[in-house]
Structures are given as structure tokens and as C-alpha cells.
């Protein structure tokens, strides 16, 4: 079926993100005085969201679970140091811009569907001059339920008015793929985000989001 709208994850896909959120962490485990991390150890914790990524890095472990009122209160720090420097030195990822001005050439519908938390991922994408391109934006606690749980993808459909098969998901992690096959769509993953998806099945692995443009006009070609 032709593609008729794209979702975009945001860290790791659009832009990259990760040394702020490094600085964040970080500065929240000074809080309550443990020592820094490492940047790479700290991006191995990256892709569940916001609340994952604290009990993370507040055990510096990916499977820890920190304590219910030490995990709450390392949530309200994290998210004070992130929003003070949210922007500092994230950018998009080279060809990021080119290929969502393509993408729209095509007059496709654009959204955002991260797992992110709503209320830093709207501000990002306007401080990084991302924001016109998007007809919709989702966090990660925009609804009940975030990736991999097909809703946020099909809450997508449903305000585009489109089946899911003729929705495109552009992530860089097993979190786009498997709300993408949960929800009956096509996926592509990017190869440069922050997890190794080179062993994850899907319509493709590319190296821009440019390259996603060809797959959309064959996409359409073979419908």
C-alpha cells in the first residue's frame, strides 16, 4: 500500500540528544551523591523513557529498579536539571532536515511518537527548528499507553484518518519496531541512533532519513 504519513522517534532518530541527557543524569546522581557515569554508559540506558532511564541511572544498572521513593524523587530532579539544560547541545542528525523537507514534498503527514514525556518534546523540537514540520506530536505519556504498545501508532492513524499499513515508523531502537509490527505497519530503522538494531527484522535499515524517501516512492510505485 502507498505510504501516506511518516512517525518519527525523536531521540536517537531526529535529534541527538544524548549528552544532555547525560548531563542531566548526572547531575541528578550528584544529588544524591553518587559518582558520575560515563556518556556511553549512561546512552546504553536510553529507549524506555523518562522513568526507565532514572531507574537506570540511578542503580547504573539497565534491569535496576530503584526504590519507589528514591526513583520519585530522582524523577523530580532529573526534570529539573533536563528542562534547565535541554537544548544545550542537542541538534538534529545530519540529514534530518533535508529529508523531512523531502518527505513533505510528498505531501505525507508528519508525526512525532516518542516515549519521551510530552513536556520536553514539543519545546526540543522548537528550540531545534524541527517543530513546522510535525502535524502531530506524542510523548510518552501523551495516552495510557507508550511504544512498544501499538496505541500510540494507531491513535496516529486515527488522527490522519489512514489505515496502519500506509503508515510509515522511523525509529532507531527494538521500542519503533515492535510498536510498528504491533500495529500492522511498515518500519525502517536508522543505524545511527542508540541502539545496535542491525539485528532487528523490519522494511529496512538505512543511514539517513533521506534514504527513507526512495522507500516511500517505491512504496508508491509497487501499490
Keep these: ?24 543524569a548526572n547531575a541528578m546522581r550528584a544529588d544524591f ?3 558520575e557515569l560515563a556518556q556511553a554508559r549512561l546512552e546504553s540506558f536510553v529507549g524506555g523513557g523518562m522513568a526507565q532511564l532514572v531507574h537506570r541511572a540511578l542503580t547504573d544498572d539497565r534491569n535496576g529498579q530503584a526504590h519507589p521513593e528514591l526513583h ?13 539544560m535541554l537544548a544545550d547541545t542537542t541538534q538534529p542528525y545530519p540529514g534530518v532536515r533535508t529529508g523531512l523537507d523531502a518527505l513533505q ?7 512525532v511518537v516518542t516515549n519521551k514525556p510530552y513536556r520536553f518534546s514539543l519545546p526540543l523540537l522548537e528550540r ?5 514540520y510535525f502535524d502531530l506530536v506524542l510523548g510518552g505519556d501523551s495516552l495510557a499507553q507508550k511504544k512498544p504498545h501499538p496505541l500510540p501508532l494507531l491513535h496516529t492513524c486515527a488522527q490522519f484518518g489512514i489505515a496502519p499499513a500506509t503508515l510509515l515508523m522511523i525509529g532507531d531502537s527494538h521500542f519503533d519496531r515492535d510498536a510498528a509490527v504491533n500495529a500492522g505497519a511498515p518500519c525502517l530503522l536508522l543505524r545511527y541512533g542508540y541502539e545496535d538494531v542491525s539485528g532487528l527484522a523490519c522494511n529496512g535499515h538505512i543511514d539517513s532519513l533521506v534514504e527513507a524517501v526512495e522507500f516511500v516512492k517505491n ?5
Design 105 to 111: 514534498a510528498l505531501g505525507l503527514k508528519l508525526a
Design 1 to 24: 500500500m502507498p505510504i501516506q504519513a511518516i512517525a518519527l522517534d525523536l531521540d536517537g532518530t531526529l535529534l541527538d540528544t544524548i549528552a544532555d541527557l547525560a548531563s542531566a
Design 128 to 132: 531545534t527548528g524541527l517543530a513546522h
Design 72 to 84: 520519585e524523587a530522582g524523577v523530580a530532579a532529573f526534570c529539573q536539571h533536563y528542562e534547565r
Design 219 to 223: 512504496a508508491d510505485s509497487l501499490s
Design 33 to 35: 551523591q553518587l559518582p
